[in-house]
Each structure stands twice: as C-alpha cells, then as structure tokens.
C-alpha cells in the first residue's frame, strides 16, 4: 500500500471463470460469427441465444451470464473512430438524384454537389442525366462558384473518371477526366470501392440537398433556373453557424479559398469529345442519334462535341473549308 499515492482498488489478476457457460463459449462464438454473413437486420440476440443454449445444447445457466458475455462479445467487435481534420482547400464531389418539374414536365434531376469538408461550403448544380459533359460542367461551375480550384477532390470509383480499377489499386482514368485535371491541375482521390463513408461529407450533403434545397419539389421554366436556384441556396447557407462552430461557413470558407489554386486564364470546354465520319447520307452518329450536317462533309471526319444541352459538329478543316455547323 505504501507504493500508491491512494489505494488503486481491487484489480482482478485473471479473468472472470464461468463455470456454466465455460463449456457452451464456443457455441455463442459461433452463433455471432454466422451473425456477421447475414442481414444486419437479423441479428441473434442475448435472449435468442439464451433460448437456442436451453432447447439445442440443454445449457442449465442462467441468463444474466448469456446476455453479459453476448454484449462484451459485440462490443469487441465494434469498429473505432477517429475525428477527422479537414485540409484547407480540399474538396469531396458526387452525384445524387432528386424529382423535379421543368417546364411543366416532372424530371429526374442528375445533381453534382461539391463540398469543401474543412469550411462546410457547398455547391450543387443539376443536369438532365449522369453523363461525361454533366461531370465536366458541374466542375466548371463549382470552381466559378469558389472563385478557384480545391487542390485535391476526392471521389467515388464513377466511371466517368475511372476508366478501370487496376490490379495494384492505381486506377485508369478516362479521357475527360484527365483533360480536366490537365487543364485545372488539381490531384484526385478515389474512395475505396462501396465504402461510402470515405467521403461522408458529401454524402452528408447530397441528402442535404435533397431535402433542403428540393424541397417542396421545384418548379421551374429551364435548368438554367433550377441552377440559379441551387446556387441561392448554397449561397444562403454560407450564412449558417454550424453547432460547434463559431465563425459561419462563409466566414470559414474565406480560409478556404485562399488555399486553393487560381482559376486558369482560359475556359475549359466542358464537352465530351469523339471523331467520327460522315455517311453517304450526310448523317453523323452519336449516342445512338443521327445529326444533319452540310452535304459537302460527306465522306470525311469531323470533330463531334457533345455538350449538355447542344451537339456541335466540326469538320476537321483547311483553309478553304465551311465554318462549324452548330446543330
């Protein structure tokens, strides 16, 4: 006792001896293990394997020592967090779906929400579907948006930036990504496969979006509008004090901006690029369409740009050759 400041209390040298349950350890063992492969909403309880024990191992105890060793079991078995610290300037994109109604028409809106996880800053931008040139265009505006580029933008294994996850976990990316990336300089992160809480900021925000900036269902003329609407949303929310925060999120996104790269001097066309070649019939193919163009294109190649609201097709001129022909 003279080895303590104050008496440390009991502490038990070996573990607790159970000498009923002893011999039935590994069945409850076993029975949570099975547990892990079925559904989560389907678990054993203490009392269910209390009840299993009595009528398939005829198990005498009681049930207070079935349902604490059950619950010590689980709790070994639970996963571990740490906080997560935000960089400064980083960011976290992904689509989500929501109803709409444009121009008197009920849609499904294809919306890509950027969150900046260290000030909470957001901003959502909606398009008619999922496609490369909606990926590119939600980028162009969410950077406009920040009034510049997050130096790093983590995201899930879409295929409109992974072309193919390879062998080693290094990933092949598209084509479209790689010119956005070229053109803006930012790195990239790709989440794990099905693990969603890799990126649970923006998770967090594309069902906070959905309730919030689409709801009640908007009403609107054109997309244009619907995007003028979500970008007052995101702007009004910059006003908000999140709980645990002093600063708002605007106040905190001023940090936030100032670590991210500038925005180039140059416009990125936010497109999906192919060559193709023009029919007998002066018809072009993309996406399972055919598009008009001038008579004089037959036979060659052209430029077909496929933007989210217009095709442009370009023959790949010399000099002497027709302007553009915007379809």
């Known amino acids: 006792m003279l080895s303590y400041s104050a008496p440390p209390g ?33 678990p054993h309880t203490g009392r269910r ?34 906080p997560l610290n935000h960089a400064l300037g980083e960011a976290q994109a992904d689509f989500g779906e929501a109803l709409v109604i444009v121009a008197g028409i009920e849609r499904n809106a294809h919306y890509l929400a950027m969150d900046l996880p260290h000030s909470d800053d957001c901003f959502v931008a909606a398009f008619p579907a999922e496609t490369a040139e909606a990926f590119l265009e939600g980028h162009v505006r969410a950077f406009a948006y920040f009034g510049g580029v997050p130096r790093r933008i983590l995201y899930d294994n879409t295929k409109l930036a992974v072309a193919r996850i390879l062998g080693d976990g290094e990933r092949q990316k598209t084509r479209a990504f790689s010119e956005l990336q070229s053109h803006y300089l930012f790195a ?107 008579t004089e294109y037959g036979h060659r190649q052209v430029l077909v740009k496929g933007y989210v609201h217009c095709v442009a097709i370009r023959l790949r001129q010399r000099s002497h050759r027709p302007s553009p022909a915007q379809l």
């Open 10 to 42: 009991y502490q038990r040298q070996r573990p607790v001896h159970r000498r009923k349950l002893g011999p039935w350890q590994g069945v409850i063992d076993a029975i949570l293990e099975d547990d892990k492969q079925r559904p989560k909403k389907q």
């Open 49 to 82: 394997i209390f009840e299993r024990l009595r009528t398939e191992h005829r198990y005498t105890g009681g049930y207070t020592i079935v349902k604490d060793y059950v619950r010590q079991s689980k709790l070994g078995g639970e996963k571990m967090f740490v």
């Open 188 to 294: 990239e992160k790709f989440g794990r496969p099905a693990k969603g809480n890799d990126k649970g900021k923006v998770e967090g925000l594309v069902g906070y979006a959905r309730r919030s900036f689409m709801v009640p269902i908007p009403r609107v003329s054109s997309w244009e509008e619907l995007n003028e609407h979500l970008e007052a949303e995101s702007q009004q929310r910059r006003e908000r004090r999140l709980r645990g925060h002093t600063e708002t999120i605007g106040e905190r996104f001023e940090r936030d901006r100032a670590a991210m790269l500038p925005l180039p001097a140059t416009p990125f066309e936010a497109c999906e690029k192919i060559t193709a070649r023009v029919s007998p019939i002066s018809l072009v193919r993309y996406r399972t369409n055919d598009y008009s163009v001038p």
